[in-house]
């Protein structure tokens, strides 16, 4: 029997604005001002329990709103250009803005305010979206729990008790409280579509590449993506469409063509055509049966739409999480390296005597965790064990690159579960690193090879935790996700954030 | 001496390789992470199962060549009084530069 998502207290009240369409089509009809949609989302933001807000960004949005208001009125109607004209967005505090301060959930950058604004956040705004302020993180991106963030956790936004999931925990938890129409999230392993599954909303990750990474404070370069958590893939799509693309200030952006998303979105597959592969080292013993089941049921339901449902193996699955922790960690590592307090932050170590103490005074200001991380990565890099773990680490990495290439082979795209649980409670493995690492199993792999991948919520279980499917696409095939995903979510509006209200 | 391969994870490497990263751990820290970084390494040990011979170990996901730009001058992010912002975050500055503890 099939259960059903526990409702956010008070969602009602915005449910009516929480998607573009909803939004642009009350402004074209002048029965909302940008201005009045961002008091709202303001009071929200303010007033809300969860802690996904660091910092809310009143006076900033209010002006941004009623620069808005004039355009709209003076136009009658949404310019066309503006493809998130007066949108409320929340933004994951790892992306800097100019001005603003951006803390990365770490006392170590507790007053930095950064020069300049990020490519994503520039883009979005430049499209009219209008930031309402940060939200809250694991410390660094380093989580998968959002326990880890130096200035408090998140709650699930339905069951206080339990985890968001994270790293991009506030993101989540804001967009399915209702606390901004979309957020910016960012996924190394799996930040953006673990707490999409546990939270019960749409997270995508990129294509490695896909968005510019200028203006995100870096955790693991070659990881490393920015993207949208939204209530639907409509807007998944709609805000990828705005920022992805090329851009010279980040020297890893990919120079390919930027399809129409929004019009993936709305396209009904040729189903006699797509190719679903299964890979079967994602439905091992483990599993929570519920999970499985959901997925499962998503699965039958693409088989009745006409497609073909195809085992393929991705027989390096297991070794991934061992693969990411080497790989993540020395990056982090080195990425690290830059906050010894002489540039950004604060700097406790001032009358230290020499320059190592000084530093090491400075570097105090990490979490456990960050900590732990840089130490694992200095050892993974340091000299006599850098072959044997770091070199190692990346051959197993085009290992399992080869596993989706070879699988890609035979299917067009490949669904699976995001995680093998729903949302934990909160403290339940905050003493266990590695079982707190085995969460984002299912997520690394798409990561470690670079490979877009999307979570739509596809069931509940029995306390009315959100379940994610995920579909994983070759490199620069956001548009299956989109086309894929959003026809499963249009045919199961009961299992989505806004149930059938935005459909 | 340990095998490179198969190191002795203790207190004393964990000591080493913190000093490397420059972290400062109380005694309370060193013992937990010794422990943890001990049963990372176990688990990360199961790598040496995979046949990589002859395998180019990746680093970047997508092909990826660099690219050189125009060497052209932007212009610099200066406050309204022609100072650099970054130097609003800075702990400590002085004549537009960064203000360091004398070290030598």
């Known amino acids: 029997m099939a259960h059903t998502l526990k409702a956010v207290p008070g969602i009602d009240e915005i449910k009516a604005y929480a998607t573009v369409k909803q939004v642009h089509a009350a402004y074209n009809a002048g029965k909302l001002t940008p201005s009045e949609l961002t008091e709202r989302y303001l009071k929200r933001a303010e007033g809300t329990k969860t802690g996904a807000y660091l910092q809310v960004l009143r006076d900033r949005a209010m002006a941004q709103a009623k620069a808005h208001d004039a355009v709209l009125k003076r136009e009658g109607k949404v310019p066309p250009g503006q493809p998130l004209f007066g949108i409320p967005l929340g933004i994951k505090d790892v992306l800097t803005m100019d001005g603003v301060r951006t803390t990365c959930g770490s006392r170590m950058l507790e007053n930095y305010v950064p020069p300049y604004t990020g490519t994503a956040v520039e883009r979005l705004e430049r499209a009219g979206a209008i930031s309402l302020g940060k939200l809250n993180m694991d410390e660094f991106a380093m989580g998968s729990s959002n326990e880890n963030s130096a200035f408090g956790p998140v709650n699930h936004p339905t069951h206080p008790d339990r985890v968001p999931g994270g790293s991009s925990g506030g993101s989540g938890a804001a967009v399915r409280a209702g606390l901004c129409v979309g957020a910016l999230g960012t996924d190394t392993g799996g930040s953006i579509r673990l707490p999409a599954s546990y939270c019960g909303i749409v997270g995508l990750k990129v294509t490695y590449g896909r968005v510019s990474r200028f203006g995100l404070v870096a955790f693991s370069s070659s990881l490393d993506s920015i993207g949208p958590m939204t209530h639907t893939v409509e807007d998944s799509a709609r805000i990828l469409q705005a920022m992805g693309g090329f851009d010279p200030r980040d020297s890893t952006s990919a120079d390919v063509p930027m399809p129409d998303f929004i019009a993936s979105a709305n396209r009904d597959p040729d189903w006699s055509k797509v190719r679903v592969g299964v890979p079967k080292e994602y439905f091992i013993d483990g599993i929570d049966p519920e999970v499985r089941s959901s997925v499962q049921r998503a699965l039958d339901w693409y088989k009745s739409k006409g497609a073909k449902l195809v085992d393929v193996s991705l027989p390096h699955t297991k070794y991934a ?183 | 001496m340990a095998h490179p391969e198969s190191p002795e994870v203790n207190e004393a490497l964990t000591r080493k390789v913190a000093d490397l990263a420059r972290l400062e751990l109380t005694d309370d820290e060193v013992q937990c992470f010794t422990r943890q970084l001990g049963d990372v390494l176990a688990y990360v040990a199961q790598l040496k199962e995979v046949n990589v011979e002859g395998v180019e170990p990746m680093v970047h996901p997508i092909p990826y060549t660099l690219r050189l730009r125009e060497d052209e001058v932007e212009p610099p992010f200066l406050d309204d009084e022609g100072h650099p912002k970054v130097l609003k975050s800075a702990p400590d500055a002085m004549y537009d530069g960064y203000k360091v503890p004398q070290i030598v």
């Open chain 1, 321 to 503: 999480v061992a693969t990411y922790y080497v790989v993540a960690v020395s990056e982090a590592s080195s990425n690290l390296a830059r906050f010894d307090g002489v540039r950004f932050g604060l700097r406790p170590g001032q009358g230290e005597e020499d320059l190592t103490a000084f530093y090491k005074k400075n570097r105090t200001l990490f979490g456990p965790e960050v900590k732990r991380r840089i130490i694992l990565g200095t050892f993974a890099l340091s000299s006599g064990y850098y072959d044997a773990y770091f070199n190692r680490a990346c051959q197993v990495r085009a290992k399992l690159k080869e596993d989706f290439d070879r699988a890609f082979e035979k299917c067009d795209v490949i669904a699976c579960p995001v995680a093998p649980t729903t949302a934990f409670k909160r403290g339940e493995k905050t003493g266990d690193p590695l079982q707190m690492y085995l969460m984002d199993i299912f997520t690394i792999p798409a990561s470690m090879a670079g490979m877009p991948g999307i979570s739509i919520p596809c069931g509940a279980d029995k306390d009315g935790l959100s379940i994610g499917l995920q579909l994983i696409a070759p490199q620069f095939q956001e548009e299956r996700l989109f086309s894929f995903g959003a026809a499963f979510e249009k045919a199961h509006p009961e299992m989505q954030s806004l149930g059938g209200a935005a459909q």
